[in-house]
């Protein structure tokens, strides 16, 4: 992740332009920080097995006494509904990412759609929704 | 604790209650619903974190005993604010095709949490009893509990906004919940 970043930094500042072969390898980066974050959570929570707190609290100690079929169905509730938000998420992206190259196509700016009223606490500006119709 | 239960159930209860009032076929009235909200949803949530928060530090052991009562209802009422905040952010992003579906999860996901506020409170109040008294009273407090989150949320609309979002109000909870 790192290597990437300062990888295109370096290339930008010499080249000035980002080539295709270099975007699609940030896109592929996407998740790097959130493999990263939850390998060290990972590191952090195996490590100090079987202690919760290291040296006062042991986690059979901890574990709750809730039937073990309330806690799968919400873990299962909670899974679910992050699988789904995920996928929101990603395609929501990609769809953003397309919205600004039509408006770059179109000789819009961003500051077009602050302008607008309608844009403001998130709302779509009517430019914008034009261009979807148009799409 | 109670201070901050107190000001979560009127502050959070007009935005929960505007949600449940969505009307599900007038995307101008949504729109203008939503955004009557928009800055203060968030912040009224704050209160139930530290409700939690003070009920855990100041009373471990009724923490533990309530939290381990209400699992289920407290998971799914997670699950519908979740599906509540989510919506909020996304509703605005995604396609205009699917805004229609986010404003029917947001208003789903505060359905879910009031009717669990409202089961949640009468499940306490009658002692974590296991009879069929106590749980009828359970759900009668869920379906009280969301009418009354819609009443604060409807003078909120009345107090917020204009036309004909504002005229609709009157035809009662009732007849715009489903």
Same mark, same amino acid.
């Given at each position: 992740?790192?290597?990437?970043?300062?990888? +295109?930094?370096?290339?930008?500042?010499? &080249?000035?332009?980002?080539?295709?072969?270099?975007? &699609?390898?940030?896109?592929?980066?996407?998740?790097? +920080?959130?493999?990263?974050?939850?390998?060290?959570?990972?590191?952090?929570?195996? +490590?100090?097995?079987?202690?919760?707190?290291?040296?006062?609290?042991?986690?059979?100690?901890?574990?709750?006494?809730?039937?073990?079929?309330?806690?799968?169905?919400?873990?299962?509730?909670?899974?679910?509904?992050?699988?789904?938000?995920?996928?929101?998420?990603?395609?929501?992206?990609?769809? !953003?990412?397309?919205?600004?190259?039509?408006?770059?196509?179109?000789?819009?700016?961003?500051?077009?759609?602050?302008?607008?009223?309608?844009?403001?606490?998130?709302? !779509?500006?009517?430019?914008?929704?034009?261009?979807? &119709?148009?799409? | 604790?109670?201070?901050?239960?107190? $000001?979560?159930?009127?502050?959070?209860?007009?935005?929960?209650? =505007?949600?449940?009032?969505?009307?599900?076929?007038? %995307?101008? %009235?949504?729109?203008?619903?939503?955004?009557? $909200?928009?800055?203060?949803?968030?912040?009224?949530?704050?209160?139930?974190?530290?409700? $939690?928060?003070?009920?855990? $530090?100041?009373?471990?052991?009724?923490?533990?005993?309530?939290?381990?009562?209400?699992?289920?209802?407290?998971?799914?009422?997670?699950?519908?604010?979740?599906?509540?905040?989510?919506?909020?952010?996304?509703?605005?992003?995604?396609?205009?095709?699917?805004? %229609?579906?986010?404003?029917?999860?947001?208003?789903?996901?505060?359905?879910?949490?009031?009717?669990?506020?409202?089961?949640?409170?009468?499940?306490?109040?009658?002692?974590?009893?296991?009879?069929?008294?106590?749980?009828?009273?359970?759900?009668?407090?869920? =379906?009280?509990?969301?009418?009354?989150?819609?009443?604060?949320?409807?003078?909120?609309?009345?107090?917020?906004?204009?036309?004909?979002?504002?005229?609709?109000?009157?035809?009662?909870?009732?007849? =715009?919940?489903?």
């Amino acid at each position: 992740m790192l290597l990437t970043a300062g990888f +295109g930094c370096w290339y930008f500042v010499r &080249k000035n332009q980002y080539p295709p072969w270099l975007l &699609k390898a940030t896109i592929a980066m996407t998740f790097s +920080g959130w493999v990263a974050t939850l390998a060290g959570w990972y590191v952090t929570e195996i +490590g100090r097995q079987p202690f919760l707190v290291s040296g006062v609290l042991r986690t059979a100690d901890a574990a709750t006494q809730i039937p073990s079929g309330n806690i799968a169905l919400s873990l299962a509730m909670y899974l679910s509904i992050y699988f789904l938000l995920l996928v929101a998420y990603i395609s929501t992206l990609f769809v !953003m990412a397309h919205r600004a190259i039509r408006l770059e196509a179109n000789n819009l700016h961003v500051s077009d759609m602050q302008t607008d009223p309608a844009a403001v606490g998130g709302g !779509m500006s009517e430019k914008q929704f034009n261009l979807e &119709k148009q799409a | 604790m109670g201070l901050s239960f107190l $000001i979560y159930a009127i502050l959070d209860g007009y935005d929960l209650g =505007v949600g449940v009032l969505l009307p599900r076929d007038n %995307q101008a %009235q949504r729109d203008s619903m939503i955004y009557s $909200i928009g800055p203060f949803w968030d912040a009224n949530e704050t209160w139930l974190v530290m409700a $939690i928060g003070l009920l855990l $530090i100041a009373f471990p052991s009724a923490h533990s005993y309530i939290l381990q009562g209400l699992y289920l209802p407290t998971a799914i009422m997670l699950a519908g604010l979740i599906l509540r905040g989510v919506a909020f952010d996304f509703r605005t992003k995604a396609p205009s095709r699917f805004k %229609q579906k986010w404003d029917l999860a947001f208003k789903l996901g505060s359905l879910l949490a009031t009717l669990t506020q409202g089961y949640m409170l009468g499940r306490y109040v009658t002692g974590f009893e296991e009879t069929n008294a106590a749980l009828a009273f359970a759900l009668l407090s869920a =379906v009280c509990v969301t009418a009354g989150y819609c009443f604060i949320g409807s003078a909120w609309l009345v107090m917020k906004t204009e036309g004909n979002c504002r005229s609709a109000l009157p035809a009662g909870p009732d007849t =715009v919940i489903c």
